[in-house]
């Protein structure tokens, strides 16, 4: 029997995000998260079939499909467990001072993080990266593209439009302050803390 994928529910109340509506939440959450699970299952059902026959004629797309649907899948978790805080970095936090010591300050890692979700067609994700052992913001297309191989996700900003058109449209810019403003960074610094082996 193939691995089942188990959807995980919302951290926070559907209407706990300021300037997010419930709306918007219930659809990104419900309807396009859910989809990326379902699509992981669906691939995990084709690898048990293909490996019963002993044909792998369409493992190239099988395979595209998995990596797709498996990151949307965990990029969408780590996004919804970092939210539903009040946006404050603690300064004893330390994540701040790593932030601090790679990007310079807060501010402008803040600069930069903005730069990349406005450039990106898909993610801005916060990484700590154990090959130097620095946080970096990498720019990742559709779900996986600009990924870098053994870097630990710690704060991924979903820019795709499904999650911010219903309420600021096209704005994106007012996404990313509104996204900022409900940043639960205590969730934020145990990713670091356990990416980093802290």
């Known amino acids: 029997m193939a691995y089942e994928h188990a959807p995980r529910p919302l951290p926070f109340e559907p209407d706990a995000l300021d300037g997010i509506s419930r709306q918007l939440t219930e659809w990104h959450h419900d309807v396009h998260y859910q989809s990326y699970v379902k699509g992981r299952n669906g691939v995990e059902k084709r690898l ?27 990029l969408h978790e780590i996004h919804y467990a970092v939210l539903g805080g009040d946006g404050e970095l603690d300064k004893d936090l330390a994540l701040h001072a790593k932030i601090e010591e790679d990007f310079g300050s807060y501010e402008l890692w803040v600069e930069e993080f903005k730069a990349v979700a406005m450039s990106a067609r898909g993610w801005a994700v916060l990484c700590y990266d154990p090959s130097d052992g620095r946080l970096h913001v990498y720019l990742v297309d559709g779900h996986d593209q600009g990924a ?30 509104t996204f900022l403003q409900n940043l639960n960074w205590k969730a934020v610094d145990e990713y670091y803390r356990r990416a980093a082996g802290l």
Do not use: T
């Open 48 to 74: 048990e079939e293909m490996r019963e026959k002993g044909d792998f004629s369409e493992i190239r797309a099988v395979k595209q499909n998995e990596s797709h649907n498996a990151s949307g899948q965990i």
């Open 148 to 177: 870098v191989w053994g870097a630990q996700p710690i704060l991924p900003l979903d820019v795709w439009e499904h999650a911010y058109y219903y309420d600021q449209g096209p704005n994106r810019a007012a996404y990313l302050e």
